[in-house]
């Protein structure tokens, strides 16, 4: 990839590289909920403060752990298997529920999650009001750090999308199965079959609960520099930028979003408390911009591609070649923009990738300062900055 001909200001790169050294190296961590995350929060908001006066704290709630919600998730279909035994309809409809429960809290809605313990975070927005504005731009990037399991093994990241498209195929089989015994109870039949595949279904289910049940109890903390210590950078660096050079047509939020590791937690929200109408808004996702190919990507998603909005879509191909931004799907995990994405927003993520086409050094132990090439965030806070002045002009 073509680095950038003329080196950016000198000034640039020592802000830059302190922001970095702070976050990714005097914090041992930011994990979700703790006081390194609120430590990096502070650091977030003095740093917003120094180019404009209209920096805000939002504090949220926000579960501990979300994988042992999804994980309780998979087990309630043993409870489904045990009552379809006796009484199928009853176990199809409770069945059905949890299913779609499942999905609902996948996308990002809350439903058994407000049951559970909750702990504090914060989100910090920066604000650049235009005199004109006609148009909401936003731009985020979590800030908290992930931490290493076995989820996360490089080994298993082409596996994480099929392996959770298989579990809700056997949660479909379980409900068609307790459908046939119900069916079959009702007309005085009995399908022997049914029972066994079930069985079958909800031991494979199961096997997966235990899974992400060990995989969070092998948690373990990362100094996370690049993911997403280089995307808070990034926004930081965008913030100079508009202090600098504003957008006269268009308001700006910087969002710095906490407790990402808990289930996206600060991008939920900005988008419940802030509601943003649809309507002339558009969000762009900062997330693991200090290594790999940078690239935004047009489509990603998990239970299926989503594709990116349409406008910062047009925007980001129009001006991608010029700054060496390229073109990318991602599939294997979630970013930040799943949850703006999968509500309608016109919202894109601009990463960084390795030569497989996966996000570089996720969740790893190896995720430090010396990973992150500061061009790369650098890099990334141009192509940001470009892409919200070529919004803010298009009609």
């Known amino acids: 990839m073509n680095t950038p001909d003329a080196p950016p200001p000198a000034a640039e790169p020592t802000a830059l590289r302190d922001d970095l050294m702070y976050l990714a190296g005097r914090l041992p961590h930011r994990s979700a909920q703790t006081a390194h995350e609120q430590a990096a929060a502070d650091y977030i908001e003095t740093r917003f403060r120094e180019h404009t006066p209209d920096v805000s704290r939002e ?22 298997a045990l009552i379809a035994a006796w009484w199928p309809a009853i176990a199809f409809f409770y069945g059905l529920f949890v299913f779609l429960a499942y999905l609902v809290e996948f996308n990002g809605y809350r439903v058994f999650e407000r049951f559970l313990p909750h702990f504090g975070s914060q989100n910090i927005t920066a604000r650049f009001l ?41 949660m479909a089989v379980v409900l068609a199965t307790c ?43 990362t100094r996370g520099a690049n993911h997403n210590a280089s995307g808070v950078a990034a926004l930081l660096a965008l913030a100079r930028d508009l202090a600098e050079h504003p957008i006269e047509g268009a308001d700006v939020w910087l969002v710095a979003t906490g407790s990402h590791e808990a289930w996206m937690a600060g991008m939920r929200h900005l988008l ?15 997330e693991g911009v200090g290594a790999g190919m940078l690239c935004y990507l047009e489509r990603e998603g998990f239970l299926h591609g989503m594709p990116a909005g349409r406008h910062v879509l047009a925007a980001a191909r129009a001006l991608g070649r010029t700054h060496d931004v390229f073109p990318r799907r991602l599939r294997s995990v979630l970013t930040e923009a799943h949850i703006p994405l999968s509500r309608g927003y016109d919202a894109i993520t601009v990463t960084g990738l390795d030569p497989d086409g996966q996000p570089c050094l996720w969740r790893q132990d190896e995720d430090r300062m010396s990973v992150v090439d500061e061009a790369k965030v650098e890099q990334a806070a141009r192509f940001a900055s470009d892409l919200l002045r070529r919004l803010a002009d298009d009609a």
Not at 70 to 80: H, P, Q, R, T
Not at 273 to 280: I, Q, S, V
């Open 59 to 80: 504090a949220f709630p926000a579960i501990d752990n979300p994988t042992y919600l999804f994980a309780s998730y998979f087990s309630e279909f043993l409870v489904i």
């Open 130 to 170: 235009g005199p004109r504005p006609d148009k909401l731009l936003i731009v985020t990037a979590y800030y908290d750090s992930a931490a290493r399991s076995p989820l996360s093994h490089p080994a298993t990241m082409r596996l994480r999308r099929p392996a959770h498209t298989a579990v809700l195929f056997a």
């Open 179 to 221: 459908a046939i015994d119900a069916a079959a109870q009702r007309l005085g039949g009995v399908y022997p079959g049914a029972a066994l595949v079930r069985y079958g279904a909800t031991a494979f289910i199961l096997t997966f609960a235990v899974f992400l049940y060990y995989a969070s109890a092998r948690r373990e903390e």
């Open 272 to 286: 419940r408390t802030a509601k943003p109408g649809r309507d002339g808004v558009h969000l762009v996702n900062l």
